[in-house]
């Protein structure tokens, strides 16, 4: 194993040291295990890692085509999602990278068409467009129908029903079909692709990074003063929206502690003395407790979170990702908090970066939720009743839309039922399911 | 070929009928949606009228197209088809290149003649593409509660059925709610709309069972999930469907069950009803009689016969209900799974 030649715990921080000295297949298969080992758990940090090592697979795939260079991120990005299923910020990432290729390699034949466009102006009666419309009339139906149904793109729009078949709409998304791209590597690398999306996948990377903070931004929009605010796990999303808020204004905050999977961290978080993890990239280790704010932080069993609840103003809740019908995967109890607060009519807010936003439909709620270990729940030492009883220990609860009234992403404070709009502008219909 | 020779035969004698062509044209081919046949019938139109210019023929499907909503009693559905042509007109030759204001409108002309086949063809293939998008919800031991005759759900259910057997197969059981009303109409003996999917789904090795509209509320307890078709989606998301959707799905919502809806997206119609009694229709559903009245009814009845001058109204067995997008869950199209709010983007995008 190289990661353990290096001497780290195996995690984001070691993945990353790897990811420069090892050859790209090593630090695929390093990726690959430590998804499988739940060695990378955070979204971000599994998300940070799926970036990193996309734009080290593209620097080093040789090539200017593009409809390679997809082709190449596609099988990456299937192994990487087989190997972790439920992190689904592994796919988003590995879709917004194909879409950053596909929106490159469109722009690049754009200019190709006005380019050729101006050329054939001083033949006036062959437009490109009129030789399309006239391949109809040329042909016997039942060649053209066969034609039609191979290049026809997965159009969105409702024209699609009377449209001319238009072969330039999209790249082939499968790597079979790929003479549209041959026509366009023939004319030969006007723009270097390759360079413009390993800027782009600099971008989603600094976005990662920035993400946090962005969304802290519209903290003082959403807590006012004397407010008190519920909310749930160590989410570092959460803490930096809530520490942004106690810069200015003083409010209280109840704190469940999300037994057993993640009470240990938010008891630290909560008293400040929260080690930096290796995961955390040390940022949050610089940054004071809201205690010391003088903020009052009020930690409550998991329990007493509907006792509470006609007390609390608003709930904050983390999220580990969110799916494109405006329901969110997130740690387990929050669906009881979103509930508790349904009955109380106190509003839920969920903050989440865009990142975490998948476009994956949710068909089967119980197929996201991932079960962990039941030893936290119910120790080994009770052998006696570890025997007798069935312990599980669910990570994970959906939490359907309707109990949830806004998200605030980094761009902004959202509905649920405009997610799929931002859904639409993330990704490509092409990638969603690749 | 015949059929299209004579259509020509027949112009050539007497003028285009649009009324009788999109009724024949529902008739031939019971796998025609509304809005399909109405294009059909305004490309049969073009075919048989000799405009030139663009305004001319806008002209004339304008016209044509305002007949055939007044003559058709619920004219939702083939309203979405007629809009969506004449859309796609207009915007095609607004469109700068391909087709644009230089590209000249011969070509479109053409294209839409010469095609009609095609965007049939298109539309029976877009559900099978929904098919394949709504196949995830169907999942193995889950039962589904369905009514009315809607060919979506049938190729859906029938898809996943058809795996049965095969490495991907589901499972899965069917309560289908089979319509009242159709049996109280003129044919007592004609059986109610969807025994041909239940037929169909029992043949291959579904478990269905029929139930009367009554027993929904009793049986949606053993439905994981309710699917219905649609006549029209609607600008805010909710959909005009078979009288008793909109029951079964405030049940649905009431009882907690997911409601998806399977639609094409050629049904999506710009319209915004407010509520039931909103829609731009006339149906005899609520009806207040006294004795008087009904003895009033019966002198005319026997007095004189149909006028043919009264507005036409919706019999009882064809009467739609509107189901308010709140009661959605998710609208499986041929562009994918949408939320209801999603309608008013892809409206938006044919429009503006």
Not at chain 1, 79 to 89: D, G, H, I, S, T
Not at chain 1, 133 to 146: H, N, Q, V
Not at chain 2, 94 to 109: T, V
Request: glycine share 6%.
């Amino acid at each position: 194993m190289p990661s353990s030649s290096l001497a780290l715990t195996p995690g984001l921080g070691s993945f990353l040291k790897c990811l420069k000295t090892n050859p790209i297949d090593t630090s695929i298969e390093t990726l690959i295990s430590l998804l499988k080992r739940r060695q990378i758990r955070h979204s971000r940090s599994c998300a940070t890692a799926t970036a990193y090592l996309l734009r080290s697979v593209i620097s080093a795939c040789r090539t200017t085509d593009s409809a390679k260079l997809i082709e190449r991120v596609q099988s990456v990005g299937r192994r990487l999602m087989a190997a972790q299923p439920r992190e689904m910020v592994v796919g988003n990432i590995v879709r917004r990278v194909l879409g950053l290729i596909r929106d490159e390699a469109e722009d690049d034949r754009d200019a190709e068409f006005a380019l050729s466009d101006i050329g054939s102006e001083s033949q006036p009666q062959t437009p490109r467009a009129y030789d399309d419309a006239s391949l109809p009339l040329d042909r016997d139906s039942p060649s053209f129908r066969a034609e039609d149904r191979s290049s026809r793109p997965p159009l969105t729009s409702m024209f699609s029903l009377l449209s001319h078949p238009e072969p330039e709409i999209s790249l082939p998304s499968t790597p079979g079909s790929s003479s549209p791209s041959g026509r366009f590597t023939g004319h030969g690398p006007s723009k270097d692709v390759r360079a413009e999306v390993l800027e782009g996948i600099g971008e989603i990377i600094d976005e990662l990074g920035q993400v946090d903070d962005q969304i802290a931004a519209y903290a003082l929009d959403h807590i006012h003063s004397n407010e008190i605010i519920l909310t749930h796990t160590s989410s570092t999303t959460v803490q930096k929206f809530l520490l942004k808020a106690a810069a200015k204004r003083k409010f209280t905050v109840i704190h469940a502690e999300s037994y057993p999977n993640n009470h240990e961290a938010t008891h630290a978080t909560v008293s400040g003395s929260a080690v930096s993890d290796d995961d955390n990239l040390g940022l949050e280790a610089f940054q004071k407790p809201l205690i010391e704010h003088g903020i009052t932080v009020i930690l409550i069993p998991d329990s007493a979170v509907f006792a509470l609840m006609s007390r609390v103003n608003k709930v904050i809740l983390g999220t580990h990702s969110v799916l494109a019908n405006g329901g969110l995967v997130a740690a387990a109890g929050t669906r009881v908090i979103a509930r508790a607060a349904k009955v109380h009519q106190t509003p839920v807010v969920v903050v989440s970066g865009v990142y975490k936003l998948s476009p994956v439909y949710p068909f089967d709620f119980d197929s996201l939720i991932e079960y962990g270990d039941p030893s936290k729940v119910l120790p080994y030492e009770e052998g006696d009743l570890v025997d007798l009883v069935d312990v599980q220990n669910p990570i994970y609860d959906y939490v359907p839309a309707e109990l949830v009234d806004l998200y605030i992403t980094n761009l902004g404070g959202h509905a649920p039922s405009y997610l799929y709009r931002i859904v639409s502008d993330h990704y490509r219909k092409e990638d969603i399911s690749f | 070929m015949a059929s299209t020779t004579s259509d020509a035969a027949m112009a050539d004698t007497k003028p285009f009928d649009i009324v009788a062509t999109y009724n024949e044209l529902l008739r031939s081919d019971a796998d025609l949606t509304m809005p399909i046949a109405a294009i059909e019938a305004l490309v049969l139109l073009l075919t048989h009228s000799a405009s030139s210019t663009i305004s001319e023929t806008l002209d004339l499907l304008e016209k044509s197209t305002a007949h055939l909503k007044r003559s058709i009693p619920n004219p939702i559905g083939l309203s979405a088809g007629t809009d969506l042509f004449q859309r796609y007109l207009i915007t095609t030759l607004q469109r700068p290149g391909q087709l644009g204001p230089a590209g000249d409108f011969k070509a479109i002309r053409t294209h839409l003649l010469s095609n009609g086949r095609l965007f049939i063809r298109r539309a029976k293939e877009s559900r099978d593409k929904i098919a394949a998008f709504g196949r995830g919800f169907i999942r193995d031991g889950s039962t589904i509660l369905t009514n009315g005759g809607s060919r979506a759900v049938a190729a859906l259910l029938q898809k996943a059925a058809d795996e049965e057997g095969g490495p991907s197969a589901v499972r899965f059981r069917v309560i289908y709610v089979l319509s009242s009303t159709s049996q109280e109409s003129k044919h007592p003996n004609e059986e109610p709309e969807g025994m041909e999917t239940v037929r169909a789904l029992r043949a291959k090795g579904v478990p269905v069972s029929t139930i009367p509209e009554s027993a929904v509320a009793y049986s949606l307890g053993k439905a994981d999930m309710v699917i219905v078709g649609a006549e029209g989606v609607v600008e805010n998301g909710g959909i005009v469907s078979r009288m008793g959707t909109y029951q079964i799905g405030l049940l649905a919502k009431a009882i907690g069950k997911p409601f998806y809806v399977v639609a094409e997206s050629h049904k999506f119609v710009r319209l915004y009803p407010l509520g039931q009694y909103d829609l731009p229709i006339e149906q005899q559903v609520v009806e207040f009689k006294s004795e008087e009245d009904l003895a009033e009814e019966r002198k005319q009845q026997s007095s004189v016969d149909t006028n043919g001058d009264t507005p036409i109204k919706l019999p009882l067995c064809d009467s739609v209900d509107f189901t308010p997008p709140h009661l959605i869950s998710a609208l499986i199209t041929d562009s994918g799974v949408l939320t209801p709010s999603a309608v008013s983007e892809e409206l938006i995008k044919i429009w503006f």
